[in-house]
T-cell receptor
Framework: AQSVTQPDIHITVSEGASLELRCNYS??????LFWYVQSPGQGLQLLLK??????LVQGIKGFEAEFKRSQSSFNLRKPSVHWSDAAEYFC?????????????FGQGTTLQVKP | EAQVTQNPRYLITVTGKKLTVTCSQN?????MSWYRQDPGLGLRQIYY???????DKGDVPEGYKVSRKEKRNFPLILESPSPNQTSLYFC???????????FGPGTRLLVL
């Protein structure tokens, strides 16, 4: 069955430190992958996406992610975290037939930023 | 401004009292979808719509209905809400299936 796993439920980093959020997926075909961010009380905002091509994708707010097919991973990174990055982050994979458009989401990772 | 809107944003109701959560998008998107978000479970798809008059079940459709009479609107209907439908609901739209989905602000529902 298709699934997405975010192994870290909660991560705390210091402001200015680097960040890596892990995402592993299980999907039989070539996936299309997303990272969304949800600030408290807000909807989901797209950070970046991978459909095909270059496996290192750049997103908004200085985030990037790398698709590694051999590891079934799509980890999110940022070289220097800002206090405003504190939020919940969701990895998602596009699944199912081309007609469903369903996204399978991971459980989410809550990022806390220490001053 | 291109956006997905949902109403109401917050709703408290009682078991069995029918309710509708509206969703509207102004981007002329063909594809629309409803998700529910529960702690530790991420988001799960309830229903989706490929276009006007074309809807289908997602992973957790029990207790919900939808309709797509107009391209811009995709209401979620709870005919007889139960406490296990207490959740945060998101509507999303995209130009077509398998393209980037844009999410509304969410509707937080409490069923007593």
């Amino acid at each position: 069955a298709q699934s997405v796993t975010q192994p870290d439920i909660h991560i705390t980093v210091s402001e200015g430190a680097s960040l890596e959020l892990r995402c592993n997926y299980s999907y039989g075909a070539t996936p299309y992958l997303f990272w969304y961010v949800q600030s408290p009380g807000q909807g989901l905002q797209l950070l970046l996406k991978y459909f095909s091509g270059d496996t290192l994708v750049q997103g908004i707010k200085g985030f990037e992610a790398e698709f590694k097919r051999s590891q079934s991973s799509f980890n999110l990174r940022k070289p220097s975290v800002h206090w405003s990055d504190a939020a919940e982050y969701f990895c998602a994979v596009g699944a199912g037939s081309s007609n469903t458009g369903k996204l399978i989401f991971g459980q989410g990772t809550t990022l806390q930023v220490k001053p | 401004e291109a956006q997905v809107t949902q109403n109401p944003r917050y709703l408290i109701t009682v078991t069995g009292k029918k309710l509708t959560v509206t969703c509207s998008q102004n981007m002329n998107h063909e594809y629309m979808s409803w998700y529910r978000q529960d702690p530790g479970l991420g988001l799960r798809q309830i229903y989706y719509s490929m276009n006007v008059e074309v809807t289908d079940k997602g992973d957790v459709p029990e207790g919900y209905k939808v309709s797509r009479k107009e391209k811009r609107n995709f209401p979620l209907i709870l005919e007889s809400p139960s406490p296990n439908q207490t959740s945060l609901y998101f509507c999303a739209s995209s130009p077509r299936a398998k393209e980037t989905q844009y999410f509304g602000p969410g509707t937080r529902l409490l069923v007593l």
